[in-house]
Structure formats: structure tokens, C-alpha cells
């Protein structure tokens, strides 16, 4: 007899352990490409997997094996036209007969190992560099959060969940449901005892067997139990998704001259940062891009990573310009305004206490979170000084000096600290 | 009798009836010598992680089989590639698996191929009874899994996983070809292993030991040859002589020979191994049908895969990709059948023994006592040469041009024969190297040595790889020669331990 065995339910993922090896394996190699990958994509569409390619050659395991020279015979099927010392011209690019095997490393694609990162593993390297705390970063990567919701009854769950009253309350319909058809017997045979006793007749024998059934249909009744595992019920819990609302991030970035690509490599991600933060916890979310040197504009993000400009600064236009799209397009209490601003700390003199006093006056009642982050090695300057000012006044103000990708997530310290706001 | 079912899915039921039914034809009237059977239901999750682990049930951890799942995923979810229909395990109890997205005729095909021809060809072939130890193979991979993960806890993964590389590099070296291995049980295994680990180190020390030796009759003594002959079995001369290895890295060496030795007879027996499975799903699906046990529909589903498997693509054609295997075993075995049964008269000349005799002794001695090379040598007909239209090329580096040097004719039988066989010998397809020698006075470098076939070179590249792989292990120096039939050395490579461990 043969065994037959359901392999099924088995887990599946046995390989799980040696992808991750081989993650961490050619972690240099992926990490590039996901940094690419950043560099590629756009804010909003950073949460998914990606496709990474690795050189054949930096992942092949070498053996020993021939080279093309010598003499070889090879055994083919299928001949055609050929006879006995016929001689045939070497084909060009492989070795004649060099065996299927060989043949098939030359056809294309080769070059590169391409395989899909899941999300998860592409948002592992993202936060790598960031160094998240891990709590957060469960947060950030975690599905949407859920409430539990009290939904009636059940048969089955934890003896923690019993409902006392309602399982009481089962039990006492089934004795009584159970009992019935009994205790109408039990009735009857007691009034035909009282007949029988009422009359005079000698019928001893048959006042016995009366009495004998009452007391075994009492017995009957007895033996019902007082609970049973049928009768208990539990209280039904299920997971809600939190009631989630809607948000508005703002970008708003220093285009002048000084920005170099890394920096502005930098800025996207601290940007990134603050969109997965909002993505979690609001369902609709919008960003709106605000590049400034001396003036300000509204830009789509392609242009707000890519063009470059020259001159001057002056970042109180672009405060305004959040001012003014503020009050026209969110104004009303349903949008929960997230800002994210990232400079190189350059700005024209006289305009650093302008910005104080716009941000005071005009931005930081209207937003939920306003992070300021200076891309610089070089001393704070002006509008340094001026934010710190603000920043004594206000929590929900958050500034921080950038020379590494590390250095970004203490700006949002507080933010993760806080529950997401559900106004 | 009542076909078993009519429909295309498959039940629980259903497998123990067909089961049933094949083991009643297989033992009862072909006396198909089986290990007991192991069937076990698998989702394509489940097949792709067996795939990657080569196929056993539990293996060590190592990035390469991490490549090979990703590998395998990616292809399995672009539809580039099905999945086999089955894998089976050279244990005992023999397991087998079944995929879930399979109908009942295809599990009944892989029940036929996998439980019953494989577990027969595993159990009856000398070199599979030789070489490895069915009913021991899956403890002993639980005890190297187990120990690796201690290794890694102790000394770290990259130390591990660097050791594990290198041993896999030398895999195809670290097989005893002529030897024959002792057998050993798991608990013998774990006991012998603390054992081995302290003696070994003994010996190794004792090998390099530098105590002054007096000279001996003042005459300048030539240094002791070490090896005194040349070793075949690379890993296992570095197993017990690498002066630098610790002991748990020893184990891991022998860990890895062990596991290359096991799938050795697998390497070799290509051919016959899945022409034999072919076979009989082949013979014992045609008994079930005769017995009306299998519908018309279940038939024509069968024989459409069956001829999918055996299918010989010609050499012109694009898909094609050297011999198929199963085709050229199978073709084999219907004709040495054939040749029993119905001998022609060519038959009675190339096959004076075996032409009328019974089919089935035949093909049993036939698939107990050869491997590929030998068996092809032994079997091959000229009638099957003809089927197969065969043709022999010859490619010399000294010759501009390529010639035919055999066709499917009366002169050519003999020499297709002869270098088909030689095309599965393991022994000429992958170059020959031993260990040569050790300098034991001087910069204890190891000297490899390749003995070219035919004037066949190593091929630079990979051999200057694998070198930095062998230095890692050999802890010093390491030469590679590569010597000409008359002895004039063609090739040479070198390699210093810092060297390969700076650029591995």
C-alpha cells in the first residue's frame, strides 16, 4: 500500500530563507538599482516592486569546464544530406556541434540576471539608508490600519469572549425547549395518579406504576443539562479600516543654482518619506510641487526634479504661493495640509524674517506638519536662525540640517510619534 | 472491468485507486522491484522551492539555490516555462511528488514514471546501489542542515556561505570515481563526526609538522612526494590536507562531497534512468488501458504528453538542443525489447545473446548492470542508429573545416556507437584534473593538474575562478597545468590565496 500524503498545507515558502541569501548577496548590486529606481520614479508611485538586473557574470558559479580547441566528435540526429567525408564550413559565431547546451548561454538576454523585488524587499532598501526605526517602519510599510467593531455573535471564538448573558440566555430556551414535550407527560401522568387516587377502588399495583413513571419522567428532566457547549456564544469582533480622510502634501524645493543633483537627490527622498507617512494614514492624497529661486511657480514633478535654474533666492515666494493655494483649493477643514520644504539654507538677506513671519502668520495655523530640511555642509545661515525662532513656538514645526540620507528621519520624529491625525 | 474514472479531476480516492491498480501491473505482472511508495500532493509554490533545493526535501541554506528559485519563478510566472510534471527522491521510502494543477491522467502518468520506473531503476542499478544510501540520505541532509546553521550561528554567514562557494566550485571534484563508500547511519554519522573533527587535525598537523629531520646518509634526499599518487577526488585530498581549514570547516567540505556523490550516479545514468521511467508509464498506462481501466479520452490526453516527452527535434531544426534524453532511453528499451521479441536477422548478428530470448530478464540485467556510456555502447542497434538518422561530426582545431565522419550505414554503426557512448562519459566531457603534487618544503603550494583528451583545453576564464576558489581552501598557493598527451604542459594558471580573497 502506498502512502499518500497531503503536502498542501505545508508551507510554501521553504525558499524564502535562501531569496533572502541571495538578497543579501548582491545587496551592493540591488541597492544600486533601487537607488535608481528612486531617482526614476515618481513620488506617488514608490510603493511598488521593482525589477532589478545583475550582471551574469558577478552571479555565476564557476566550474571547470573545456575550452574550444582539440579534437571533438559529436553524435547528432536528424541527418539529412550528409555522407561520409563530406566537409562542412565552421558555422560563424559558435562552435559546430559545440552541444546544445553551450550554444543556448550565447542567445540574448543573457547578459543580465533580471528578477522582480517585491515591495516589500524594494521598501526594506529604501528604508535602509534612512535608519527608521523599526516600529516605524512597519508603520509605513503595514496595510491600512484597522479598528475592531463589536458585530454581534458567534458560535465559536476564544473562552475570553464568551458572552456570559447571551449563552445563559441560549441555555435556558433549550432547556425549556427540551423539557416541553416531558412535562406534558409529566402533567398528564399526575393527574391520571390523582384520578386514580381519588377513586376509591383497591388499584395499589397500578398507583405504583404511576408513580414510578412521574418519578423517571422527573428524572428525565433532571438530565438535561444546564449548559452546554451548544449554548455558548461569543462576542463577534471584526476589523474595521480606520475612517481615513484626505491630505495635501507640499513640496516646496530651492531651484536656484546651488541645488545640484544630489541634493535634489536628497530632497526626493525626504519627500518620499513624508508621502508614505501621509499614504498610510489618509486615503486621498494630494501633492502639490512649489519650486522657487526668486519667484515661485506650481510645477508638475517632472519639472519640480529636472529643470534646473539659475540665480537668485527668495523663499518667502514660494510660502506665499502656498499661502495663496491654500486658501484656494483647501481652505475648507476637510484636508489635512502636510509641508515639506527643502533649501540649501541660501536666501536673500532681508527676506529670512518675511518667512518668519509668513510661516507664523499664515501657514502653520492651516497645517497639520511643516518640515524644513537644509541640504548643506556649510554653516546655517539667515533663514536658519529665523526658523529656529519659530520652530520654540510651534511643535508641529520641524527643522533639521541634512548631510547624509540618515540625518532625514529625525525630522519626522515627531510626526511618527504622534497618532495620525482622523479630523 | 470499469474504467477507474471518466473525468479530469482528480480526487484522493481516485490517486489510491490508480495507485491500486499500477502496482497490481507493475508487481504483479512485470515484477517491477520497488522501494515503497511515497505520494505526495504539492501546489507549484511548493514544486518551484523543490526545484531549487535540487529536488530534496530538505537541503542546507545557500544563495545559489536562492538564484535558481528566482530563476525558476521567473519563468514559471511569464508562462516561458511549465513545470516538470514530477520529482522524485532517490530515498526509501521513495517519494514522489504530485502537483495539484495536474488532471488524474497526468498524476496517473507520474505515478507510472516517477513510483514506480524511477524507484525501480533507483533500487536495481549497480551504481545507485553502489554509491547511494536511499534509506539514509534524507537524515543525513537534516544532520548537514542542522550543522551548517550551527556553523553560521558560530562563525557567521559570509564565513559559511564564502566556504560553501568554493566547495561547490570543486563539486563536480569531490566524487570518488572508482572507490566504493562505506554506509553509514545517521547516529554513527553524528558520533563519528566530534571524533573525526579532532583526529583530523592531528594528522593535518602532523603532515606539516617542522621539526628538523636529520639527513640520512648525508646524501641530498629528494622531498617525499605528497600525494604519493595523483587524487581524483580534489575535495576530499583538501577535506583531510588543507593545513589552514578548522574542523567544522572540514565537516562542511565533506558535507558538500557527500551531497556531489549522491547525485553522481544520477549524472551518469541520464539516459537510462528517465528511458527506463519512459518506458514503463509507457507500458503500464498501454496494460491499464488494455484492462479497460483508462477511457479513450484519458488515453489520447496520456499519449499526447507521452509523445511530447519522447519528441527528437532533428539537428536543423531551431528548438534543437542536443539528444533528448528520454527519447533516445526510451527508443533504446522498446528496441532491445523489440529485439527480444522480434529479431531480424541483423538483429541475430549484432545481438547473437539476446535476439528471441525473453524480454524481461533483458531488460532487467540491461537496467541493473550499465550506465549511460556502457549501456549505449552495449545496446544501441543499428536499426535505432538508422530511426534517429545519426550522423557523426568531427571538429579538429587543426583542420578549417568540419567533417562528416560517420553516417547511418553499414560502415558507420560501429563508430556512431562508439562516440555516442563516449559523448555521456562523464569521464572525457568534464576535463580530468587531480591533485598533482604539494611542496611540502618549500611555499606548501598545490600543484592541479589537467590531462588534456583529445588536445581540449581548459578554458581560461572559469579554471582561473575556480583556482581563486581552490587557493581560498588550500590556504597558500595554487598552480593549475594543463599537460598534453606527451607529457609538454600547454596551459598554465596561478593563483595566490591573498589574491583570491581579495577578488572573490
Request: aromatic share 10%; with cysteine; net charge negative.
Amino acid at each position: 500500500m502506498s502512502n499518500i500524503i497531503d503536502r498542501r498545507l505545508n508551507g510554501k515558502n521553504k525558499s524564502a530563507v535562501n531569496r533572502e541569501r541571495f538578497l543579501r548577496r548582491f545587496k551592493a548590486q540591488i541597492k544600486e538599482a533601487v537607488g535608481k529606481a528612486i531617482k526614476g520614479r515618481s513620488i506617488t508611485d514608490i510603493d511598488s516592486g521593482e525589477s532589478v538586473s545583475i550582471p551574469v557574470k558577478d552571479i555565476s558559479e564557476p566550474t571547470f569546464h573545456h575550452g574550444r580547441g582539440g579534437r571533438s566528435d559529436q553524435v547528432h540526429p536528424g541527418n539529412e544530406e550528409f555522407i561520409r567525408g563530406d566537409r562542412i564550413n565552421r558555422p560563424q559565431g559558435g562552435g559546430a556541434g559545440g552541444g546544445g547546451g553551450k550554444a543556448s548561454n550565447e542567445g540574448e538576454g543573457e547578459d543580465d540576471f533580471a528578477f522582480q523585488l517585491s515591495r516589500e524587499e524594494f521598501m526594506n532598501v529604501f528604508f535602509e539608508d534612512l535608519a527608521l526605526p523599526n516600529l516605524i517602519k512597519t508603520q509605513l510599510m503595514g496595510i491600512e490600519e484597522m479598528k475592531s467593531v463589536r458585530a454581534g455573535y458567534t458560535n465559536d471564538g476564544t473562552p475570553a469572549n464568551i458572552s456570559i448573558v447571551r449563552s445563559l440566555r441560549g441555555a435556558l430556551a433549550r432547556r425549556v425547549a427540551m423539557a416541553a414535550p416531558t412535562l406534558r407527560q409529566l402533567r398528564e401522568a399526575e393527574e391520571d395518579l390523582d384520578t386514580l387516587l381519588e377513586s376509591d377502588a383497591d388499584n395499589g399495583p397500578e398507583v405504583r406504576e404511576r408513580r414510578k413513571r412521574i418519578h423517571a419522567l422527573r428524572d428525565k428532566i433532571n438530565r438535561i443539562p444546564f449548559i452546554d457547549p451548544y449554548d455558548l456564544r461569543y462576542n463577534n469582533r471584526v476589523k474595521q479600516p480606520k475612517p481615513t480622510s484626505q491630505a495635501v502634501m507640499f513640496c516646496i524645493m530651492d531651484v536656484s543654482g546651488s541645488m545640484d543633483e544630489s541634493k535634489k537627490d536628497m530632497a526626493k527622498r525626504f519627500f518620499i518619506l513624508l508621502y508614505l507617512f501621509l499614504q498610510r494614514n489618509y486615503e486621498k492624497i494630494e501633492v502639490v510641487f512649489i519650486r522657487h529661486h526668486t519667484s515661485a511657480v506650481e510645477v508638475s514633478e517632472q519639472d519640480f526634479f529636472h529643470s534646473r535654474e539659475s540665480g537668485g533666492t527668495v523663499v518667502s515666494s514660494a510660502l506665499n504661493l502656498m499661502h495663496d493655494i491654500v486658501q484656494k483649493r483647501y481652505a475648507n477643514r476637510d484636508w489635512n495640509i502636510y509641508a515639506a520644504q527643502a533649501s540649501d539654507g541660501d536666501n536673500w538677506d532681508s527676506d529670512s524674517a518675511n518667512c518668519g513671519r509668513i510661516m507664523q502668520e499664515s501657514l502653520l495655523p492651516w497645517c497639520q506638519y511643516f518640515a524644513y530640511i537644509e541640504i548643506t555642509q556649510g554653516e546655517p545661515q539667515n533663514l536658519w536662525y529665523e526658523y529656529l525662532k519659530v520652530a520654540e513656538h510651534y511643535k508641529h514645526f520641524a527643522m533639521q540640517k541634512i548631510g547624509s540620507p540618515a540625518d532625514i528621519y529625525p525630522v519626522f520624529r515627531e510626526l511618527f510619534k504622534r497618532q495620525p491625525a482622523t479630523r | 472491468m470499469k474504467p477507474i474514472s471518466t473525468g479530469s479531476e482528480w480526487t484522493f480516492d481516485l490517486i489510491e485507486r490508480y495507485d491500486a491498480a499500477i502496482r497490481e501491473i507493475a508487481h504483479g505482472e512485470f515484477h517491477l522491484d520497488t522501494y515503497p511508495v511515497q505520494l505526495e500532493i504539492i501546489t507549484a509554490e511548493q514544486m518551484m522551492d523543490a526545484y531549487s533545493s535540487v529536488g530534496m526535501p530538505v537541503n542546507y541554506q545557500h544563495w545559489s539555490f536562492g538564484k535558481h528559485f528566482v530563476q525558476t519563478e521567473k519563468g514559471y510566472k511569464r508562462g516561458q516555462m511549465g513545470l516538470a510534471y514530477e520529482i522524485v527522491i532517490n530515498s526509501n521510502p521513495c517519494i514522489a511528488y504530485l502537483m495539484e494543477e495536474n488532471t488524474m491522467t497526468m498524476q496517473a502518468l507520474v505515478i507510472a514514471h516517477a513510483a514506480y520506473g524511477h524507484n525501480s531503476f533507483f533500487k536495481g542499478n549497480y551504481l545507485f546501489r553502489t554509491w547511494t544510501d536511499a534509506s539514509a540520505i534524507i537524515d543525513y541532509l537534516v544532520f548537514a542542515k542542522q550543522y551548517i546553521s550551527r556553523c553560521e550561528e558560530r562563525y557567521g554567514i559570509d564565513a559559511v556561505e564564502e566556504l560553501l562557494d568554493s566547495c561547490h566550485a570543486l563539486m563536480n571534484y569531490g566524487v570518488d570515481r572508482y572507490k566504493r563508500p562505506q554506509k553509514l547511519s545517521l547516529a554513527e554519522e553524528q558520533a563519528r563526526q566530534v571524533e573525526r573533527e579532532n583526529y583530523l587535525q592531528l594528522q593535518v598537523n602532523d603532515l606539516w609538522r617542522t621539526i628538523p629531520r636529520r639527513e640520512k646518509d648525508g646524501a641530498s634526499q629528494a622531498a617525499p612526494r605528497f600525494p604519493p599518487e595523483p587524487q581524483e577526488n580534489i575535495l576530499y585530498f583538501i577535506e583531510k590536507s588543507a593545513p589552514l581549514l578548522e574542523p567544522w570547516q572540514r565537516e562542511i567540505v565533506r558535507i558538500v562531497r557527500k551531497v556531489a556523490q549522491y547525485f553522481y550516479p544520477q549524472r551518469q545514468t541520464q539516459v537510462m534512468n528517465e528511458g527506463w521511467a519512459t518506458f514503463w508509464h509507457y507500458t503500464l498506462m498501454n496494460r491499464l488501458y488494455d484492462k479497460e481501466m483508462l477511457t479513450d479520452g484519458a488515453m489520447m490526453e496520456f499519449l499526447q504528453s507521452h509523445t511530447n516527452v519522447v519528441y527528437q527535434p532533428p539537428v536543423t531544426a531551431r528548438w534543437y538542443n542536443g539528444i533528448n534524453p528520454y527519447a533516445l532511453g526510451f527508443a533504446m528499451y522498446q528496441d532491445i525489447k523489440r529485439i527480444c521479441e522480434a529479431p531480424t536477422d541483423e538483429d541475430r548478428e549484432w545481438f547473437p545473446d539476446i535476439a528471441g530470448t525473453p524480454w524481461r530478464p533483458v531488460l532487467e540485467f540491461a537496467m541493473k548492470n550499465f550506465k549511460d556510456e556502457s549501456f549505449i555502447s552495449q545496446y544501441l542497434s543499428p536499426k535505432l542508429i538508422r530511426d534517429f538518422r545519426f550522423f557523426a561530426i568531427r571538429d579538429d582545431d587543426h583542420d578549417d573545416k568540419l567533417e562528416v565522419s560517420a553516417i547511418h550505414d553499414e560502415q558507420g554503426y560501429q563508430m556512431i556507437r562508439s562516440k555516442l557512448s563516449e559523448q555521456y562519459n562523464l569521464g572525457s566531457r568534464e576535463p580530468n584534473i587531480q591533485v598533482w603534487s604539494v611542496n611540502v618544503r618549500g611555499d606548501r603550494s598545490l600543484t592541479l593538474r589537467h590531462t588534456r583528451h583529445n588536445r581540449k583545453p581548459l578554458d581560461e576564464a572559469s579554471a582561473q575562478e575556480v583556482l581563486k576558489h581552490v587557493a581560498r581552501l588550500w590556504g597558500f598557493g595554487v598552480k593549475l597545468e594543463s599537460v598534453d598527451s606527451d607529457g609538454t604542459v600547454q596551459q598554465r594558471f596561478d593563483c595566490h590565496p591573498e589574491a583570491a580573497q581579495a577578488s572573490l
